[in-house]
């Protein structure tokens, strides 16, 4: 059976048709071909497909499509505003935080989150953050570097 | 797969026992499409819970607390006194799963996936909470020790659910405590974990015990034998040893790609200690 769903997604108010039992993610995808957000695992363990879900970090594997209606959902794709890039994503270009590019997106939505709650973590408190979150390219080091650099990028402490 | 979002507990209720087992209920659904994606489970439905307010909220009265069964660890953790009365709880809750878990993953749904290593559940067998179940038949509370029978299965009649945990509001003078032993720092399922309550008196003899183990055996366990070494007695020294050996003789585990069984029976012992050390601090001894 199609729903339609009635949600907001980056600040848009939108409207879609969904099957019962899809995927938020297979449904930003597949549906609304919003395809920033990517799919690693589909079980909840690498953090591919973070999503902001009313204001909190999921992963969109993990959510259906139908428990959205009335929600909030913000994807890596909100992140750049005016077509200027989020700091995280400047740091992760300039740090080259990225190789093959599938766990980015994640990494930036769940990164922000934290810097939302806690504009100053340490080391230790942006890797257990993003302990949720897989590469297999990085092995972290420049990931986390740039999660610290684009912190202090926005509390104003960098040129 | 079909899915509804119901409003109310009758709702919820009918809409279970009318499937007859074949919807499943859906709380953070963190455990069942991970499960369902995975091809081990079909159902035809999902009720999703989150939306009943008794199973969303987190209560505090007289009689202490009502903890949603589908409140997510993440609100758990916000909680301005829940945090405080039973750091064990909390801690264990947010032991499962990353960030992204904790934003939906709930103790309701923790309990009844069932699983012999699930971390909230010896917190909260610990803490003495029960469970308010609500059903065709109607309501009853059952300890949480009661609630699963054996790998991936609960008491819980056809149609019924956890509405909510009930905990007490804990006296001046009480701890708890949850340890698990994971081979890395996150993201992992317990080798074998251990939450201890206690409350002691003025002079910091043990008044009240309380000790749950996991993934020691088919089920999670409460060690009924923790009361009579604990209590009367400092804990200290010699009866910390009595009480891991008591943990370490009560575990019956299988080897895994975790642990062998003769690893886990010896280390489930060293952390009941640990647990019970920490529960004495946070109780003032």
Same mark, same amino acid.
């Given at each position: ?14 409207? !879609? ?12 995808? +597949? ?24 204001? $909190? ?34 740091? !992760? ?12 997106? @994640? !990494? ?52 | ?16 026992? $009318? ?22 489970? +079909? ?18 009265? +007289? ?101 909510? !945990?009930?905990?007490?509001?804990? @006296?001046?003078?009480? @701890? ?18 251990? @939450? ?69 029976? $010896? ?6 200690? $640990? ?11």
């Amino acid at each position: 059976m199609k729903r339609h769903i009635s949600t907001t997604i980056d600040g848009e108010a939108l409207e !879609f048709l969904s099957e019962d039992g899809q995927t938020l993610l297979d449904a930003l995808r +597949d549906v609304l071909l919003k395809t920033g957000t990517k799919e690693g695992c589909g079980t909840g363990d690498c953090g591919a497909c973070s999503v902001m879900l009313d204001g $909190r970090l999921v992963c969109s594997c993990l959510v259906l499509a139908a428990e959205v209606e009335g929600a909030s959902v913000e994807t890596v794709e909100g992140l750049a505003e005016a077509g200027e890039l989020h700091p995280l994503q400047k740091r !992760f270009l300039e740090g080259a935080a990225l190789q093959c590019g599938v766990c980015t997106p @994640g !990494f930036l939505v769940a990164a922000k989150a934290l810097l939302e709650i806690n504009p100053d973590p340490s080391e230790k408190e942006v890797r257990y953050w993003l302990a949720g979150n897989l590469c297999r390219c990085t092995g972290y080091d420049k990931i986390i570097r740039s999660v610290l650099d684009a912190a202090a990028d926005m509390r104003g402490e960098t040129e | 797969m079909q899915y509804q979002a119901v409003k109310t507990l009758e709702e919820a209720v009918e809409r279970l026992s $009318r499937a007859e087992g074949e919807h499943m209920p859906l709380a953070g659904g963190t455990d069942l499409l991970a499960q369902r994606r995975a091809g081990r489970i +079909d159902p035809k439905g999902v009720v999703d819970l989150k939306r009943v307010p008794e199973l969303a909220e987190i209560v505090l009265d +007289d009689h202490g607390y009502r903890v949603g069964a589908a409140v997510s660890g993440a609100e758990l953790g916000e909680h301005p006194t829940l945090g405080q009365d039973w750091p064990g709880v909390v801690e264990a809750a947010q032991l499962i799963g990353s960030t992204q878990i904790q934003g939906r993953a709930s103790m309701g749904g923790n309990l009844c996936n069932a699983s012999p290593a699930a971390d909230s559940v010896p917190a909260l067998i610990a803490a003495g909470a029960l469970c308010s179940l609500v059903g065709p038949s109607g309501r009853r509370e059952l300890p949480v020790e009661e609630i699963i029978l054996s790998p991936g299965q609960t008491c819980l009649a056809p149609g019924e659910l956890v509405a909510h !945990f009930r905990l007490p509001r804990p @006296g001046p003078r009480t @701890g708890d405590a949850y340890l698990r032993l994971i081979p890395r720092t996150e993201m992992d399922i317990a080798v074998v974990g251990a @939450g201890v309550a206690l409350e002691l008196d003025a002079d910091g003899l043990c008044t009240a015990c309380r000790v749950g183990l996991g993934a020691v055996a088919p089920t999670p366990l409460r060690l009924d034998e923790a009361e009579a070494i604990l209590v009367g007695r400092r804990v200290e020294g010699p009866v910390l040893d009595e009480l891991a050996a008591a943990a370490s003789a009560a575990a019956r585990p299988i080897d895994d790609m975790r642990a062998t069984a003769e690893y886990r029976v $010896r280390v489930v012992g060293v952390m009941a200690k $640990r647990a019970a050390q920490i529960a004495a601090t946070r109780a003032g001894g």
